[in-house]
C-alpha cells in the first residue's frame, strides 16, 4: 500500500512540474505585413519566454521553406533579454520571407523545442501575396525606358568657399614643402645699417663738454682725461692706431710714421697739457679749456675722410644652428598640416560631388 501511494505522489508532482513548466513556456509570432506584392519581403517575428536557464532551440528551415510557396530568405541572430528581476528569459528571432506566387497563404505554427519538449504558437497567420495589374487590353503600348536626367549643378555659397580654402592650402602646402627641401647655407649675408662714422661719434662727444665746469683739480683732471680719451678712440677707429695704450710721445710719433701730419702740432700741444693737468697738477683757465676744445675739434675736421659712408653694408654672419633647427622643425610641421587638411579637403569635395551626381 505504502509503495503505491508514493508511486502515486511521483506520478503527481511530475504531472505538476510538466503543467508548471508548459504554463512558464509562451512562444508568440508575428508578421511584420498582412499582404505583399510578388518578390516583396516580410519580416516573421518569433518570440519565446520561459524561465531563466532554459535551453531553446528556434526552426531552422533548412530547406529553405517556411511552407509551400512561401521562402525563407535570411535567419537573424537569437537575442536575449530579461523580465521579472531576471527570472525570466525572453528570446526574439526573425525570419525573412518572400513568395513569388500569387495566392493566401495559411502559415504553419512555429514550434520550439524547449528543454526536451516542443512548443508551438498559438496565433494563426496570414499572408496574401498579390500579383502587379498587368495590361492586356494595350500589349502593344510599352514605353521606353527612362534616358539619363541630367541634374543642374550650382555653385552654392559653401562649395565656393570650400574649394577656395582648397586651393588656398595646395598653396600653402607646395609652399611648405619647396622651403622644407630647401638648402639653406650655415652662412648668409645680410645687410645691414653701418654705425655712425668716427669722427661723427667723437664730435658729438666732444660737443657735451662745451660749457662744462671744471674749478677743482678732480674736475680738470677728468675733464682732460675724458677729451683725450674721446682723441684716442677716434685716432683707434680712423688710424688703427692703438692710441689708448700709448703715451703722448708713442702717439705723436706713430701718427708721424702714418704720414699724417695735419693738424698734428695742435693735436700735440692739447696731448702735453693734458699730461701736465694730470700728473703735474696743473691749474687751466676755462679760455684755456675752450682752445683745448677747439684744437680737438680741428683736428678731427681735419683728418676726417673725405668720402661719404655707405648707407648701408653688406655683412657675412654665421647661421644660429639652434634657431636654424627650430625653423626646420617648424617647416615639418606646416608642411604635415597643410599637407593633411588638403587631403581631408579633397576628399570631402570629391564626396560632395559623387553624393550630388550620383
Not at 611648405?176 to 645680410?190: D, N, T, W
Not at 674736475?219 to 684716442?232: F, I, N, P, Q, S
Not at 693737468?277 to 675739434?297: G, I, W, Y
Amino acid at each position: 500500500m505504502n509503495h503505491s501511494l508514493r508511486l502515486l505522489l511521483s506520478l503527481f508532482a511530475a504531472l505538476c512540474f510538466s503543467i508548471s513548466l508548459h504554463a512558464d513556456v509562451v512562444v508568440e509570432a508575428t508578421l511584420d505585413s498582412s499582404a505583399i506584392r510578388i518578390g516583396e519581403q516580410v519580416s516573421l517575428r518569433t518570440q519565446v519566454t520561459v524561465p531563466k536557464g532554459t535551453r531553446v532551440i528556434f526552426p531552422e528551415y533548412a530547406q529553405g521553406y517556411l511552407t509551400e510557396g512561401i521562402e525563407v530568405l535570411e535567419r537573424s541572430q537569437v537575442d536575449t533579454s530579461t523580465i521579472d528581476d531576471g527570472a525570466r528569459w525572453v528570446l526574439h528571432r526573425n525570419y525573412l520571407l518572400t513568395s513569388f506566387d500569387s495566392a493566401l497563404y495559411s502559415l504553419p505554427a512555429v514550434e520550439v523545442q524547449v528543454g526536451e519538449r516542443r512548443y508551438a504558437s498559438h496565433n494563426p497567420l496570414g499572408l496574401k501575396v498579390e500579383s502587379i495589374e498587368v495590361d492586356t487590353v494595350h500589349i502593344d503600348n510599352i514605353r521606353d525606358p527612362y534616358g539619363p536626367v541630367s541634374i543642374a549643378f550650382t555653385w552654392s555659397g559653401s562649395f565656393v568657399a570650400t574649394s577656395l580654402l582648397l586651393w588656398v592650402l595646395i598653396i600653402v602646402f607646395v609652399i611648405s614643402l619647396c622651403r622644407l627641401f630647401k638648402h639653406e647655407p650655415l652662412r648668409r649675408r645680410v645687410s645691414v645699417t653701418p654705425p655712425p662714422p668716427a669722427h661723427q661719434v667723437a664730435l658729438r662727444a666732444i660737443e657735451q663738454f662745451r660749457g662744462r665746469a671744471a674749478d677743482s683739480e678732480d674736475e680738470l683732471k677728468a675733464y682732460y682725461d675724458e677729451l683725450t680719451g674721446v682723441l684716442r678712440t677716434y685716432i683707434k677707429e680712423r688710424f688703427g692706431i692703438d692710441a689708448r695704450e700709448m703715451t703722448t710721445p708713442q702717439l705723436i710719433n706713430a701718427l708721424t710714421n702714418a704720414e699724417d701730419q695735419t693738424a698734428l702740432y695742435d693735436l700735440r700741444e692739447l696731448l702735453q697739457t693734458a699730461d701736465l693737468v694730470k700728473f703735474a697738477r696743473l691749474q687751466t683757465s676755462a679760455t684755456e679749456n675752450d682752445r683745448s676744445l677747439l684744437h680737438a675739434m680741428d683736428y678731427i675736421n681735419q683728418t676726417k675722410p673725405t668720402d661719404a659712408p655707405p648707407k648701408r653694408i653688406v655683412k657675412v654672419v654665421d647661421v644660429d644652428l639652434r634657431r636654424r633647427r627650430l625653423r626646420i622643425a617648424m617647416r615639418w610641421v606646416m608642411t604635415l598640416v597643410s599637407g593633411v587638411s588638403t587631403l581631408a579637403m579633397t576628399i570631402y569635395i570629391i564626396y560632395t560631388l559623387v553624393d550630388t551626381f550620383m
